[in-house]
């Protein structure tokens, strides 16, 4: 038979360390159904019979935050056969909180009390004998770190799995509350679940909503329920919610005054020391600066672009490519078969591996900066001024690694908690121009504006603007609105990480990038080289040789669409093509745009075709192309970091489709309004694009929606219950 | 009455009662802020929001508009 164990706790308090060192590296990652938090499981090592589901870190188990829900979905509806709950020992009074919440679930539970090396480097005390009685489980001195205790904690779990010892809470509540709850009881005698008991009376007097649809009682009996609470309610001159809460924090600080010695109180930690330095009112932003000049330079200007050009050029560009095309030649093989192998297959490979090293690099950072506890300090430095846009503070980081390439900057929104902070930071990362679009910013600079110094910069001004405006309209809108999101956050102690920790979540992150957003890259590669190699040639569909894309598929779809963007004042096929090549790397539209005017090896700023170049573009329709080609739809590698980031269909749809329409609506207003200017004559354009601006005014300044709470937690809770 | 939001930075305050209802409330006295909880406040960010402050033997950061539901009165 098999045995379930769930590993429980607060965030920061090691639990992954601890996940690890029980599960060694046999796990399991994946995500919670229909939600972006992630799901580990793992078998718990020397005992291949007990798996251990790791939970996400939480507070609470309050009905309020995603993690939430999914983690008491999963013990109420799951009933694993015991909680391994890690409290930190170090802050052992917040962390009891969510153990009172646990025991009452009548599942068996072990409490493992974690960083017992800081708590006596501190000279603290910790009298685990007392603790034990007074929470009515067993309790085990651990140190995740060091490894002291894990195996001993793990037995005991799996012991109390095994023997199914039903957990009694030993908390009690003060006279009114518990005389509310016995009623509640009474009135429910035989509605609710065996051992589950004391939770559900408890989350009936809380009102919890979830719990009352779910359990689906009698009318007659919620009203006779809701009678006694209001009666405590106004005893105690609080909400039942509140009450219960404050309730359980005073059982705590009787159990903390019992049991917890603290001789370090008041005194300054050496984190407290490094934390007066770095979020000083004065140094942070220049320390924080500084920071991430580094973490820019070395991923971005440095190794990590290196080692991605190496892949790409140098690994693929000169070597892989090369000596598959000669096996192939030497092979004989069929020109369409070479394509597809060479063109299609090697360089979808290369496009999702191409990216690896950089992002290796980057997220060797990511999971220092976190580790460490000097991320949720970014998010406290910059809340302020991100979340007027509805991004988090640690929306930075993905934005500035975004300049270089959208793709690790898509993967880096991991870090942000809060998911719909998380998903507007994906929708609006590939905004910032990435390095990939400088070509195409260098071609419209040099063959219209002379190389001016300011079309560059101008990009990333636009690139800025997008994202406030799209930051404020989506907030906004139905998507994200209604979101509680509050910023109650803990800043954690600094600590140094293990090694073993930061190489497993880089190991992760990369790995998943590969299998989730490798195979959409891979597939739309394949798609593009069919489309762009293969038409007419004489009325005979045939391959084409390189230099005839306008008689392929591509060119012939392109000729067909070209019309929807004429408003934006490139209506000419070739831009279409060009755009839609883009898509596989944003750099490819120059060598498009070079293929379409007979040049097949131009430069990468396209130097040699500016001159027809401008005779097929007005200024005003070249800036306009350019606009739109930095704001759309990101190149298929990003989108398939978005599809892996958003973990959902639809989201990704709503991003991408969000950024192409955003981008066309744009170009329409600058190319339209700027004609207006220099012709005075006003079109049917001029009109569309008035129409466009006074909506996206409209979406800009119209107030916030009513607080409409919950719709995206409900959307999860529908999906796990 | 005086609430979190318009606490000095350095001084300590006992929390009196919580205003305001539904999930952002919840979310603060999970994190231990309850009635009677000592709180002192460690510093402002440099933008001038949130606030950091020590409570129940951890810090926690809370922004000033939440923090304006938390009725305090100085030790």
């Not at chain 1, 769930?6 to 601890?18: V, Y």
């Not at chain 1, 329920?225 to 009450?243: H, K, L, P, Y």
């Amino acid at each position: 038979m098999e045995f379930k164990i769930a590993l429980a706790g607060n965030p920061n308090t090691g639990k992954t360390t601890l996940f690890n060192a029980l599960t060694g590296s046999n796990q399991f990652v994946g995500n919670w159904p229909g939600v972006t938090v992630e799901k580990k499981e793992g078998k718990l090592m020397g005992h291949p019979d007990v798996i251990i589901q790791d939970l996400p870190g939480i507070y609470s188990l309050s009905p309020y935050t995603l993690e939430e829900v999914v983690s008491r979905t999963y013990l109420v509806k799951e009933r694993p056969d015991a909680i391994l709950n890690i409290v930190d020992g170090t802050n052992l009074e917040r962390n009891l909180y969510l153990s009172t919440q646990l025991a009452e679930l009548g599942i068996p539970m072990v409490m493992a009390v974690n960083m017992m090396d800081m708590v006596r480097k501190n000279g603290d005390i910790i009298n685990i004998d007392k603790l034990s009685q007074r929470m009515g489980c067993q309790v085990i001195e651990i140190s995740a770190r060091t490894g002291e205790g894990i195996n001993e904690a793990a037995d005991l779990a799996a012991k109390v799995a095994k023997h199914q010892q039903v957990m009694v809470a030993k908390h009690s509540f003060d006279g009114p509350v518990e005389h509310a709850l016995a009623h509640i009881e009474e009135a429910t005698q035989g509605m609710l679940p065996a051992h589950q008991e004391r939770w559900y009376v408890i989350k009936l007097f809380e009102r919890d909503e979830k719990v009352r649809d779910a359990l689906k009682l009698p009318q007659s009996v919620i009203d006779h329920i809701d009678g006694d609470i209001e009666a405590v309610e106004q005893e105690m001159d609080d909400d039942a919610e509140s009450i219960i809460t404050n309730e359980r924090y005073k059982y705590i600080s009787s159990i903390i005054d019992e049991c917890n010695i603290k001789k370090s109180k008041g005194k300054l930690t050496t984190s407290d020391k490094i934390d007066k330095i770095v979020t000083n009112r004065w140094l942070a932003l220049p320390i924080f600066a500084a920071i991430m000049f580094l973490v820019y330079y070395v991923s971005v200007t440095t190794i990590g672009t290196d080692a991605t050009d190496w892949v790409n050029d140098t690994l693929f560009g000169e070597m892989l490519i090369p000596a598959a095309d000669d096996l192939m030649d030497s092979m004989e093989v069929a020109d369409w078969l070479h394509g597809l192998i060479v063109d299609g297959i090697i360089s979808g490979v290369g496009a999702v591996l191409g990216f690896v090293p950089q992002m290796v690099v980057l997220f060797i950072f990511l999971a220092f900066l976190e580790a460490c506890g000097y991320m949720a300090r970014i998010a406290f430095i910059l809340d302020r001024a991100f979340r007027k846009f509805g991004l988090s503070g640690k929306s930075f980081i993905p934005m500035l690694i975004g300049s270089g390439c959208g793709v690790p900057g898509i993967m880096a929104s991991r870090t942000i908690e809060n998911e719909s902070d998380r998903r507007m930071t994906i929708m609006t990362t590939t905004m910032i121009p990435c390095s990939a679009k400088m070509p195409i910013i260098a071609l419209i600079a040099g063959a219209y504006f002379g190389g001016e110094w300011w079309v560059a910069p101008s990009a990333y001004f636009v690139g800025i603007f997008s994202i406030i405006i799209s930051g404020i309209i989506l907030k906004k809108t139905k998507l994200f609105a209604g979101d509680p999101a509050p910023f109650v956050m803990e800043l954690p102690p600094y600590h140094m990480p293990t090694l073993g920790n930061i190489a497993r979540s880089v190991w992760e992150r990369s790995s998943s990038f590969i299998k989730k957003a490798g195979t959409v890259i891979l597939l739309s590669t394949i798609l593009v080289w069919f489309l762009s190699s293969f038409g007419w040639d004489d009325g005979a569909f045939t391959m084409l040789d390189e230099d005839a894309l306008n008689e392929s598929i591509l060119a012939f779809i392109g000729s067909k669409v070209a019309w929807i963007f004429a408003p934006l004042g490139w209506g000419d096929w070739k831009a279409a093509v060009a755009a839609f090549t883009g898509l596989i790397a944003k750099e490819n539209l120059v060598g498009t745009f070079g293929i379409l005017y007979g040049l097949a090896d131009a430069a990468e700023d396209g130097e040699e075709f500016w001159g027809t170049f401008a005779q097929d573009f007005s200024v005003l329709s070249a800036y306009s192309f350019l606009m739109f080609n930095l704001l759309c739809a990101p190149c298929v590698a990003a989108m398939g970091a978005i599809k892996r980031e958003m973990n959902n269909g639809r989201w990704t749809l709503i991003a991408i489709g969000y950024q192409c329409g955003f981008a066309y609506c744009m170009a329409l207003m600058f190319y339209q309004f700027s004609s207006f200017i220099s012709t005075g004559t006003f079109t049917l354009g001029t009109a569309a694009a008035c129409v466009v601006l006074a909506i996206m005014i409209y979406l800009l300044f119209r107030p916030a929606p009513k607080y409409n709470g919950e719709i995206q937690i409900k959307d999860a809770a529908d999906v796990t219950e | 009455m005086t609430t979190l939001r318009d606490a000095q930075t350095g001084k300590d305050y006992e929390v009196v009662k919580l205003h305001g209802t539904g999930a952002i409330k919840r979310r603060i006295m999970d994190m231990g802020i309850t009635k009677g909880t000592p709180v002192h406040i460690r510093k402002v960010a440099p933008l001038g929001d949130p606030v950091e402050m020590t409570v129940r033997g951890y810090e926690l950061s809370l922004r000033k508009a939440d923090a304006e539901m938390v009725e305090v009165k100085e030790l």
